[in-house]
């Protein structure tokens, strides 16, 4: 008989994806449920999209691209082409222009959802992640944009992020954009010329906490070769004119006044820049009567965030608390979310300016920063598990399951092959089950179980003698009509 040579697929997660098991996935749905538990006492309300956008809908967005079909995955479908969406705002403008005269105005919506990104992968950085996103549309007041702030901090604090482990940073784009008029990058008449530079010494700044000043001003002249050798085109500005850009980066003060007033400085003559500053001084005053103090949010010029579609106010949430990472080594975790004002986004859409602002929350990155700032916690446990002594009384044991289900107790009956018991008790221990029911022929007959606790078992294993170990106290006879009450005892005793 011939042998079947055809090639075997590999049993691989894609380069830039991973796969999420049990603690994992409902950690993040607890997390979920936390967040939007915030977002809805500040009166958003959940909207899900499809995770297909037309190319044209998701526009010219991206970080680091020149083409709206590069950095996303995207095919051609009947002329059209379509891609799975980088984030949920660009969806949310689609949306709200589509709906708008169903709509309340302004709209208050939040979405959690998976986004795809077809970028270059590296340590940490995935193409598939969950984002958890909350937005305003249709309201013009930097109100709009202090509340976000507001919200956010609330939000982490809620998840567990202790109140001086982060910090909201907000900038304004309106005077970045100030600055780079008078940097000489920006013409007010023809407001598309030196796009593409602009674009370029967004994401450099974006980049300094990565990159330090060295880097950046690379990146603003001609162009930055990492440490592989890839060569990054920089936005040709001269040293004059990078001077500039990084004084706006270093512009921060000891306080929110002064810092204020140095950026009044950098932007001189210029009404898009001076009506920046006056926002930021909004929104410091409108937070500050909250209690939203600068040991929660603070003014800080070297945000910007990468994105091009943001008008105004930009703001990114920091966590300032310290981690090892494999090696040892002390790093702070940085950046897991960010924001801004984007009033120009459903304009594609309508051809009318609607205001909108929002947030999106790096939900994965704060499962991992909580993870590694509580350290290694310990497992949940899993079901108790009903084992199979006699393949006939399986309707017994899918009863004893039920029961305990029905107490509100996680119990599943071993499904495998239960010839060998000992295989059912390994099963028992992979499922990191915290008990094991057993009931054979003899049990049955005189109305009783055995109820063995794993978890003491386990913990016997480790130091007991041979003698202790046979006495078997982890495992104890009960009858089968206390089935619910003996559980129940051995897990708060487990608690």
Known sequence: MAKDKRR?????????FRDYFGAEVTGRAAMLAQIAEIYRAY????????????????????????????????????????????????????????????????????????????????????????????????????????????????????????????????????????????????????????AAERGIVLRAID??????????????????????????????????????????????????AATLARLGELVGPSATGRAGVEELETIGTLLDAQGYGPDRVLIDPSVVRGLGYYTGPVYEAELTFEITDEKGRPRSFGSVAGGGRYDDLVKRFTGQEVPATGISLGVDRLLAALAAKRGAAEAAPGPVVVTVMDR????????????????????????????????????????????????????????????????LGAKIAESASLEEWKDQPAQREVARGDLVAEVRAVLAARR
Not at 144 to 150: K, L, P, V, Y
Not at 241 to 251: G, H, K, R, S
């Open 392 to 455: 006939d009384r399986m309707a017994d044991y899918l009863a004893m399951a039920s029961e305990l289900r029905n107490a509100g107790i996680r119990a599943e009956v071993y499904l495998g092959n239960p010839k060998n018991f000992g295989n059912q008790l390994k099963y028992a221990d992979k499922r990191a089950s915290p008990v094991a029911v057993i009931q054979g022929e003899d049990e049955a007959t005189r109305g009783v179980l055995q109820l063995k606790d794993l978890i």
């Open 8 to 16: 075997r697929p590999k049993a691989e997660t894609p380069r830039g």
């Open 207 to 256: 980049k300094l906490d990565r990159l330090g000043e060295a880097g950046v001003r690379a990146l603003l002249g001609e162009g930055r070769q990492d440490e592989s050798g890839d060569f990054t085109k920089g936005a040709g500005l001269s040293p004059e004119q990078a001077e500039v850009v990084l004084a706006f980066t270093e512009a921060r003060r000891d306080d929110a």
């Open 43 to 194: 009166g958003f309300e959940a909207l899900e999209t499809s995770a297909v956008e037309t190319v044209e809908a998701l526009g010219k967005f991206l970080p680091d691209v020149d083409r709206p079909n590069e950095g996303v995955f995207a095919w051609e479908e009947e002329g059209d082409w379509l891609a799975l969406r980088y984030d949920l705002t660009a969806p949310l403008a689609r949306v709200y222009a589509q709906y708008r005269n169903e709509l309340p105005s302004p709209y208050r919506r939040y979405q959690m959802g998976t986004v795809w990104r077809n970028e270059k992968p590296g340590p940490g950085r995935f193409r598939q992640f969950y984002q958890c996103d909350a937005d305003t549309v249709g309201a013009p007041s930097v109100a709009a944009d202090a509340e976000i702030c507001a919200m956010a901090a609330d939000v982490l604090e809620a998840i567990g992020i202790a109140r001086g482990d982060y910090l909201l940073r907000v900038n304004n784009r309106k005077v970045l954009n100030g600055v780079m008029e008078v940097a000489g990058v920006l013409d007010p008449e023809d407001p598309e010329r030196f």
